[in-house]
């Protein structure tokens, strides 16, 4: 089984530097998409989304809430750059899901364009996160 490298980095951390990742799922801007060994070069848009990443040393998928950047495929490495990460298994299930309620509730009270946007913008953020969480735990 051929492996390759990921490494995610946001402006505070390198949230996560792996050489033994098996298979990984990007949220780009254009749709999921699934990466292995030897895959072509490539660069990419991220959405406010889920990364899934699959390693030689478990059989569960990592979860990663992503908050938008690019990512960069290039010789068995994939180069993450995102405004903003958390590892699925970093976040309180509880506080995802309240956040999320909330975000829902405040989009449907929003009146004018610009508090719109930003409740929709928040909304993808809290549901990306809740999501990355969920899925960390089954």
């Avoid at 699959?54 to 994939?78: D, E, M, Q, R």
């Avoid at 975000?103 to 449907?108: D, F, H, Q, R, Y």
Wanted: glycine share 6%.
């Amino acid at each position: 089984m051929s492996l390759f490298e990921v490494c995610i980095m946001s402006p505070d951390e390198i949230l996560l530097d792996s050489k033994e990742v098996k298979e990984l799922v990007l949220p780009t801007t254009t749709g999921r998409m699934g990466v292995l060994s030897n895959h072509s070069p490539l660069v990419t848009g991220l959405e406010i989304g889920v990364m899934l990443i699959s390693t030689a040393k478990s059989s569960n998928w990592t979860t990663v809430a992503l908050l938008g950047g690019f990512a960069l495929i290039k010789n068995n490495k994939v180069t993450v750059v995102v405004s903003g990460a958390q590892l699925g298994s970093n976040i309180n299930i509880d506080e995802a899901e309240k956040n999320f309620s909330e975000a829902k509730a405040k989009l449907e009270k929003a009146t004018d364009r610009k508090e719109k946007i930003e409740s929709t913008l928040n909304l993808k953020r809290t549901r990306a996160t809740y999501e990355a969480c969920q899925q960390q735990i089954t």
